[in-house]
């Protein structure tokens, strides 16, 4: 369990890894083939935004990998769940407001991985 957990991890982490690129580096490249629903003459003006936006996923992705180098397993734990939760709630308010899409893609991912570590706590 412990190996499908922090597979799990890892992919919420490098998810977030690619939103950072995405958003701070190819906003007005790559992103308007992404963000389809967006329309394409606003990718300039809001690449500032964009840019600050991939600086938060980067931190998310910062502390789920920081999570993997904590030596205290109880620590690591909390760690990787404070960070899940992060991304989950960021997720959930994401489908609420912008696209449904947004929860399968982040918050889906970052809900199981929390319901896992919750799992492996108690039994």
Not at 21 to 35: G, H, N, R, S, Y
Request: charge should be positive; glycine fraction near 4%.
């Amino acid at each position: 369990m412990n190996y499908i957990i922090n597979i799990l991890i890892g992919v919420v982490a490098f998810e977030h890894l690619y939103f950072l690129w995405l958003e701070m580096f190819a906003w007005t490249t790559k992103a308007k083939q992404v963000f389809k629903q967006f329309p394409e003459h606003l990718f300039e003006p809001t690449k500032a935004l964009a840019a600050n936006q991939g600086l938060y996923n980067g931190f998310l992705s910062a502390g789920l990998i920081w999570s993997f180098f904590i030596n205290d397993p109880k620590w690591s734990c909390n760690i990787a769940l404070f960070f899940l939760s992060c991304v989950a709630i960021a997720g959930i308010y994401g489908a609420f407001t912008a696209s449904k899409k947004i929860f399968y893609v982040q918050a889906m991912p970052a809900l199981l991985t929390i319901i896992l570590i919750i799992f492996r706590m108690i039994v």
